[in-house]
């Protein structure tokens, strides 16, 4: 039973059964196991990203077009600066972790309580950062997308379209942001005006609807701005780089089935593909939730510690095994950032 | 019942001082490493659209690589997996390969099957 022990071991340290599986504790040899099985469920999720990725591969959006943005330095471009800094605090915190084993190992109480200290504060900006990403991503550009017949057109952006009182103003923004506007002055009765309020009304509170309530209000809405006789000056830019003008036919294509996206949700998102958004939602959420358990049982050992229970003891082990599980959460960022941003 | 936790513990659960600055000192050098990797891998996503000659393709491979590095640095120096029981460092390692191996094989297979 080579496996057994290569060292003697007192009775005190043995296992109930009065042997030591491959001479370690219990515990940490459980901690082990449970990380191999949740390696694989992350392992399922990545895997299930890459088999969307190659059959939606026309339509995937590449992550460093949709995460480039800073906090404070507004729409500059920083292709995935943000995501690389967020790997970097929990590659950080992953070392003041590692320090505090360490520390622990030489029973330095105090080395503990500041690198484990350190260790919750990195968790905690990491989980700060996860959460402006994500609701950067939920809020989307200004520009926003066009999806006509379940596709993103990305580079119809729409800003606003609306009919007001006295006319019909449609806002759009090209590609690089900049703002086209067309303004129609109407000679509208009362009545007209009134039916316009309502249904502008009820299309620019669209998220409190279903689909089905929806509908026919955008139906209405669009008949009624046939029925003026208008129609929208959509920029479309083709490959030579200019802007043209849609034909008619094409606008009224797109006015019957276009529809604005900005952001993303789990139903469709602006980027591309609804089933990227999904999987950032589900794959970074299940993460998140990790470094968020991280940081509680983070938080209740260095309690302990600093209560002087572990002193007590005798040893710190139980800062090596919330130790394992803190590395593994830093092990499977480092794969979510390969295989969700970066490929 | 008595918890058993509470008294048991790992041969390895101490070291001296000198061991410690030791392994403190490969603590640094590793997160130097894995500090460098990624500032290298966030760099070749930004110019490697702009190279001439290079593919996606060989880019996307050296992530894999780089990505699996630093795992391996990670797993081997800060979970101490390198420093335990050959036997334990198998136990955890082949049943995680194996499964991600098939998981990845039926993924492919199944994914290239045409639709009757």
């Keep these: ?343 | 019942m008595e918890r058993d936790d509470v008294i048991e513990y790992s041969l390895d659960a101490h070291h001296s001082e000198e061991e410690g600055k030791k392994i403190r000192s490969k603590i640094y050098k590793v997160t130097l490493a894995l500090s460098v990797l990624t500032i290298i891998e966030v760099g070749l996503g930004i110019i490697a659209s702009g190279w001439y000659g290079v593919s996606w393709e060989v880019v996307k491979y050296t992530f894999i690589v780089l990505t699996i590095i630093k795992a391996y640095m990670i797993v081997m120096t800060f979970m101490h997996l390198g420093d335990e029981r050959k036997n334990l460092r198998w136990a955890v390692i082949i049943p995680y390969l194996f499964f991600a191996a098939y998981l990845i094989f039926i993924c492919l297979y199944e994914g290239a099957a045409k639709m009757p």
Excluded at chain 1, 127 to 151: M, P, R, T
């Design chain 1, 1 to 343: 039973m080579g496996s057994h022990a290569s060292k003697q071991i007192d009775l005190n340290t043995l296992w109930g059964g009065k042997i030591s599986p491959f001479s370690v504790s219990y515990g940490k040899m459980m901690m082990w196991f449970f990380l191999v099985s949740d390696a694989l469920t992350f392992s399922g999720l990545l895997i299930a990203v890459g088999f969307f990725r190659h059959k939606y591969a026309n339509i995937w959006p590449v992550s460093e077009e949709v995460f480039h943005a800073l906090p404070f330095m507004g729409h500059k471009h920083f292709p995935l600066i943000y995501v690389a800094l967020m790997t970097f605090i929990l590659i950080v915190s992953s070392v003041t972790m590692v320090l505090a084993v360490e520390a622990g190992h030489r029973k330095d109480k105090k080395g503990i309580i500041k690198w484990l200290f350190l260790t919750v504060i990195g968790g905690l900006f990491f989980l700060l950062s996860q959460v402006w990403e994500w609701s950067h991503f939920i809020h989307g550009s200004d520009i926003g997308a066009v999806k006509v017949h379940g596709e993103i057109l990305k580079e119809y952006g729409i800003k606003e379209q609306s009919i007001v009182g006295h006319g019909v103003i449609a806002q759009w923004a090209d590609a690089d942001g900049h703002k086209l506007e067309y303004i129609e002055k109407l000679p509208l009765n009362e009545a007209q005006k009134e039916k316009i309020e309502e249904l502008t009304h009820h299309l620019h509170h669209a998220s409190d609807y279903t689909p089905e309530e929806l509908a026919p209000i955008n139906k209405e809405y669009l008949a009624l701005m046939e029925s003026l006789g208008l129609h929208l000056r959509l920029p479309s830019k083709a490959e030579d780089g200019k802007y043209y003008i849609l034909t008619k036919e094409q606008q009224k294509a797109l006015l019957r089935t276009g529809k604005p996206v900005f952001g993303a949700n789990l139903y469709e998102n602006e980027y591309g593909a609804k089933q990227y958004g999904q999987f950032f939602f589900f794959v970074t959420g299940f993460h998140g939730f990790h470094v968020f358990s991280g940081v509680i049982i983070n938080l209740l050992i260095l309690i302990n510690v600093v209560k002087g229970r572990y002193d007590k003891r005798g040893h710190y082990e139980m800062v090596e095994k919330t130790g394992l599980y803190w590395h593994f959460v830093d092990l499977v960022w480092v794969f979510v950032f390969t295989f969700f941003y970066l490929v």
